[in-house]
C-alpha cells in the first residue's frame, strides 16, 4: 500500500509543530523534522499534527537498531524524553514505565530492589523499553526468551490519535476497549486470524518464533506453534516485534527478573563449528542463561584472542562453546554444570579449565566479543541480507552447512556465531571485500532464505534495512500469509502513516 505523497510545505510543517510543542523540534538535513515529544500530550499533538498534514510518522527510542540504507521520509517521534516511571511493585517485581525510559535508568530502579531485566545484548544501557519491546528483544533467562513474554500490558497511541490500553484479554480479562475504533481493530484481527486458520497452519514455521511480520501467535491464532498464547491472548503481545508500525508504545507494564545471586561459566573447546553446533542445543536445554558458539574466525578478533588468553590454547579450525549459568542456589548451579559435563563425555567437546575467580574477566571478554561481532562488521551497517536466523535444534548444522555451502561459492568471508536458547545462527563479514559483495545480493539473500524456510526456520537480521525486512515477509510466510498480515497492520494503521525508522545509514 502507498503512503499518502504529502503536498505540505516541510518548512511550514516544522514551524507548526514549533508552535505547537513543547518538546524540541529539529531539522536534521532530511524533508521532515525529528521532533522529541516533552510528555504524552505533545506526542498526541505531534501525532495529529502529521495526521492533519498527511506526513508519515515514524518512532524512534535511541535509534540503535535501525540501519538503513536511505534515510526515512517522515517526522520523526524521539521518544526518549517519556522517561516516566509509573509503577513499580517492588514485591513482585513488576513495572510500568514511559516507553522512553532507558535499560541503564530502569537499571539503576530496579537492581538495589533485587529485579532486572535480563536483556541477552551487553553493552546496551541506553536502549529504550519502546524500542526493546519494538524489536522483540532477546533475554537471557531461558525461561523467557524474548521480552514479548514479559509484557503485561501497553498503552499505545494508533496513528490517527486512538489511545488503547493493550493487555490479557479474555472471558475475566480486564481489558476494555475504549472506543469504537478499538473494538473494530480488535475483532477484525481476530477475524482475520479465524479465516486465514489453514493457511497459518500450513504456512507459518511451528518449531521457532519469527521475527518478521505479523504476530498471529500473540492472538492464539496457531495451535501447537511455539510462543502461541493459546487461550491466555494478552493483546500486549501483537506490539513485541512490531518496530513501530502498528502503533506507538506509550506506557510499558513489564514482569522483571529477579537478580541471580551467584554465577559460573562452562567453556567447552569443539574441533569444529559443526561439532559445537550439534550439542548447543543440548546444553542449552540444561539451564544455562547464556549459551553461545563461536567459530575460529570470530575467535580472531582481538576480544576472542583475550578470551582464549583466558582459556589456554584452543584447536586452530575449531569453536568455542561458552555457557553461563546464574541462580539462587549454588548447589543447584553446581548440579546443572555436572549434568552439562556429563552429556559432553565422549563428544569430542573438550571442558576448558575455568577456576570461578576467573568468571568476571570472562565475562566482560564474552561481552566485548559478542560487541565487536555486532557492532564492528566491515563494511555497510545495513543489508539485505538475513544474516540472523533461528532453526529447529536438529535442523541447526544442516543449515549452517548450506548456508556455508552457499557464501564458500562466492569465495565470501565470514565469521560464525550461534545462541543455543532461540536455536539462533548468525553471520558476520569477515573482511571489507566479502562485506560490500554481500549487502546487496539479493539472489544470495533468497537462497538464504529459501533454505531456512524449508528447514522450518525463521529469518531475522539485527543490521537487516528497513525495506529489505518488509521484502523478506512474503519470502518467510508465502503470499498469502503476508498478504493476511498487512491486512491485520492495516487494521491499526490503515492509512500506513507510520513508517519504518531508519538510522544511521
Ligand atoms: C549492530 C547491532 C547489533 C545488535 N545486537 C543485538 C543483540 O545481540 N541483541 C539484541 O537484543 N539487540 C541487539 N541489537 C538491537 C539493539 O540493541 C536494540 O534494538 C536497541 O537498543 C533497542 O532500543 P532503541 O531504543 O535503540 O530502539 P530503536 O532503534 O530506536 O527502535 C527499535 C525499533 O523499535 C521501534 N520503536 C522504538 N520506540 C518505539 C515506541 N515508543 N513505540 C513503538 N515502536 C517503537 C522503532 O521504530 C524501531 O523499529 C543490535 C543492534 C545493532 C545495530
Known amino acids: 500500500m502507498s503512503r499518502r505523497n504529502p503536498s505540505t510545505d516541510p518548512a511550514w510543517f516544522g514551524r507548526r509543530l514549533r508552535a505547537a510543542l513543547r518538546g524540541r523540534v529539529e531539522a536534521d538535513g532530511a524533508r521532515w523534522p525529528v521532533a522529541r515529544p516533552a510528555d504524552e500530550a505533545d506526542l498526541r499533538v505531534a501525532t495529529e499534527i502529521a495526521a492533519q498534514a498527511g506526513v508519515p510518522l515514524a518512532v524512534r527510542g535511541a535509534g540503535l537498531d535501525s540501519p538503513g540504507m536511505g534515510g526515512v521520509d517522515a517526522l520523526v517521534l524521539d521518544c526518549r524524553q517519556l522517561d516516566a516511571v509509573l509503577d513499580f511493585d517492588r514485591d513482585a517485581g513488576c513495572i510500568e514505565a514511559q516507553a522512553g525510559l532507558t535499560l541503564a535508568a530502569l537499571d539503576a530502579i530496579a537492581a538495589p530492589q533485587g529485579w532486572r531485566l535480563a536483556l541477552d545484548a551487553p553493552g546496551r544501557g541506553a ?162 542463561v547464556m549459551a553461545g558458539l563461536f567459530d575460529a574466525s570470530a575467535l580472531a578478533l582481538a576480544p576472542g584472542r583475550a578470551l582464549a588468553g583466558l582459556l589456554g590454547p584452543l584447536p586452530a579450525a575449531g569453536a568455542l562453546l561458552l555457557a553461563e549459568f546464574e541462580g539462587e542456589d549454588a548447589a543447584r548451579i553446581e548440579a546443572g554444570l555436572g549434568r552439562v559435563l556429563a552429556t559432553c563425555s565422549g563428544s569430542g567437546l573438550r571442558p576448558l579449565r575455568l577456576p570461578a575467580s576467573l568468571g568476571q574477566r570472562l565475562a566482560t571478554q564474552v561481552d566485548a566479543l559478542r560487541m565487536a561481532l555486532a557492532d564492528t562488521v566491515p563494511g555497510p551497517a545495513a543489508t539485505i541480507l538475513p544474516e540472523d536466523c533461528r532453526l529447529p535444534p536438529e535442523r541447526l548444522v544442516e543449515g549452517w552447512r548450506r548456508i556455508d555451502a552457499l557464501l564458500a561459492e562466492r569465495r565470501l568471508r565470514v565469521r560464525w556465531f550461534a545462541g543455543g536458547h532461540d536455536g539462533r545462527l548468525s553471520l558476520r563479514a569477515a573482511d571489507p571485500a566479502s562485506a560490500r559483495a554481500m549487502v546487496r545480493d539479493g539472489a544470495l539473500a533468497a537462497a538464504v532464505c529459501r533454505i531456512v524456510r524449508e528447514l522450518g526456520g525463521a529469518i531475522d537480521g539485527d543490521r537487516l534495512d528497513p525495506a529489505a525486512r518488509a521484502a523478506l515477509v512474503p519470502l518467510q510466510f508465502g503470499a498469502a500469509l503476508a498478504a493476511a498480515g498487512e491486512k491485520a497492520r492495516a487494521l491499526f494503521d490503515p492509512q500506513n502513516r507510520l513508517a519504518p525508522f531508519v538510522g544511521g545509514a
Open 127 to 288: 536502549s529504550t523499553l519502546g524500542g526493546l519491546v519494538g524489536i522483540d528483544a532477546r533475554l537471557r533467562a531461558s525461561a523467557a526468551v524474548a521480552i514479548g513474554s514479559r509484557l503485561e500490558g501497553i498503552e499505545v497511541l494508533l496513528a490517527d490519535g486512538t489511545v488503547q490500553r493493550f493487555g490479557p484479554f479474555g472471558v475475566a480479562d480486564a481489558t476494555r476497549l475504549e472506543s469504537t475504533r478499538a473494538s473494530a481493530l480488535v475483532s477484525g484481527l481476530f477475524e482475520i486470524a479465524a479465516r486465514e486458520r489453514e493457511t497459518l497452519a500450513r504456512d507459518w514455521p511451528m518449531r521457532v518464533v519469527p521475527s518478521l511480520g505479523f504476530r498471529f501467535t500473540a492472538l492464539g491464532a496457531i495451535p501447537g506453534a511455539v510462543g502461541d498464547a493459546g487461550a491466555a491472548v494478552n493483546l500486549a503481545g501483537l506490539l513485541a516485534g512490531s518496530r513501530g508500525a502498528l502503533a506507538i508504545s506509550q506506557r510499558i507494564r513489564l514482569r522483571l527478573d529477579r537478580r541471580p545471586a551467584h554465577r559460573r561459566w562452562l567453556a567447552l573447546a569443539a574441533d569444529s563449528f559443526a561439532e559445537g553446533l550439534v550439542r548447543l542445543p543440548a546444553i542449552a536445554g540444561h539451564g544455562p
